[in-house]
């Protein structure tokens, strides 16, 4: 089955970076969609940021338009987020998703298999 591990959270500082780190198995990982979504105590989970199969198109929140990166490396089965100038609002567990040749979509029920997730916390 599918699986889905993101790795590289923790507890940084306001204006500091993290790079998380989605590995997927049991998938062909070239051929999905992936994105990253966030949810922060309380709150629904919030779409970040998306990356086609392809990796032609990249698409981000505004929230984080500028600041965030996202990424693939199909040869490792990884999704990568490079999180610069991180910001208290950034707070969140960070969760990896996929859909097979999906278009970029911004809805959780567009995405198949989901990880875990992985805890950003940003001190101010």
């Known amino acids: 089955q599918a699986q889905l591990v993101e790795s590289g959270g923790g507890l940084v500082q306001a204006g500091g970076s993290l790079r998380l780190s989605c590995a997927a198995s049991g998938v062909t990982f070239s051929a999905y969609t992936m994105a990253w979504f966030r949810q922060a105590p309380g709150k629904e989970r919030k779409f970040v940021a998306a990356?086609?199969?392809?990796?032609?198109?990249?698409y981000y929140a505004e929230s984080v338009k500028g600041r965030f990166t996202i990424s693939r490396d199909n040869a490792a089965n990884t999704v990568y987020l490079q999180m610069n100038n991180l910001k208290p609002e950034d707070t969140a567990v960070y969760f990896c998703?996929?859909?097979?040749?999906?278009?970029?979509?911004?809805?959780?029920?567009?995405?198949?298999?989901w990880g875990q997730g992985t805890q950003v916390t940003v001190s101010s």
């Open positions: 998703a996929g859909a097979p040749k999906s278009s970029i979509a911004t809805m959780t029920y567009a995405y198949n298999y």
């Open positions: 990356i086609s199969w392809s990796a032609g198109s990249t």
